[in-house]
């Protein structure tokens, strides 16, 4: 590895606290990416999807599996009236 990259590198690995830390830092930014590559790819694909699966553009950015928002329904333990 030249001279430049392992300085800036250590740089980094100091800036986040430890090399501990920078993993950390690291693996949630690459969370951060993923997430944003998946939420690019969603709203590039929305045309298609509308039109494929008959569905509104409210429904678009909803997970399979995920019907309601979270805490619209009833809590476990908690009786309905």
Partial sequence: MPDGVRELLGRGIRAAGGPRRARIV???AAA???DG???GTA???APRR???FAIGSTRIGQRP???R???TGPRQ???RV
């Fill in 65 to 67: 599996g995920r019907r």
């Fill in 37 to 39: 590559a998946e939420k």
């Fill in 43 to 45: 709203s590039s694909m």
């Fill in 50 to 52: 509308e039109s494929a």
């Fill in 32 to 34: 951060l990416a993923l």
């Fill in 69 to 71: 928002s979270a805490g």
């Fill in 26 to 28: 690291l693996t949630l």
């Fill in 77 to 79: 333990g908690a009786e």
